[in-house]
């Protein structure tokens, strides 16, 4: 239901928050008195994510969802690009499992960074730009359960991993498909995060 822009609900989380059109997802979000009624219409990843990490809960839960959607893009990177990508998510997942420390997700990360700066001869200047920005979805995912003890700096991490999704479909198929991934980034956020694990 509508509040009329009152700051409450899931618009609290957007106070000076460094999310993308931040001003736009504190308005959105401050439509609803519900933060649930939120969670269920917003198709932004990133903004959940965000949201998520601020409101609270489980980190590991929230790094999850975050690594569900840099799963998005991992088909998008060549063979070599992707072994690293997909061991570093599998590095993430293990952690998210209580089985590795957050410095094995650091290590991991550095590797994803190390691959993204590696010159590789792309000719395309779309699947170029494409590729880094999927390398740095990735990267992003896995530091946020690198810095997991630091609960803003972990709910950055998952916020821009979910925007590099969206920004290497933009970069690849052109900026229409951007919204489109947010889209399945809030898809993939809400199926991995109920709705009614938000605070009231």
């Known amino acids: ?18 999310v993308a059109q931040v001003d736009r997802a504190r308005a959105e979000a401050g439509r609803f ?8 219409a917003s198709e932004r990843g990133d903004w959940m ?10 980190t590991r839960l929230v790094v999850a969802a975050a690594l569900d959607c840099a799963r998005l893009v991992l088909d998008l990177l060549e063979e070599d690009s992707r072994e690293v990508a997909v061991e570093a998510v599998a590095c993430a997942e293990q ?5 590795v420390g957050p410095g094995d997700c650091r290590t991991a990360a550095q590797r994803v960074y190390r691959e993204a700066e590696r010159t590789v001869p792309i000719v395309d200047p ?3 730009a494409g590729r880094t920005a999927a390398l740095g979805a990735v990267e992003a995912a896995v530091s946020a359960a690198a810095w997991s003890d630091d609960r803003l700096r972990c709910a950055e991490f998952v916020s821009e991993s979910a925007r590099r999704v969206a920004n290497t479909f933009s970069r690849i198929e052109g900026p229409e498909e951007a919204e489109a991934a947010h889209a399945r980034c809030a898809a993939r956020v809400r199926a991995r995060i109920p709705a009614r694990l938000l605070p009231p």
């Open 1 to 18: 239901m509508a509040t009329g822009g009152d700051v409450g609900g899931a618009a609290r989380w957007f106070e000076d928050a460094p």
């Open 126 to 128: 779309r699947l170029a």
């Open 49 to 58: 994510l965000w949201a998520a990490g601020r409101a609270g809960l489980d």
């Open 95 to 99: 952690w998210c499992l209580g089985r």
């Open 33 to 40: 008195a519900d933060p649930s009624a939120w969670w269920e």
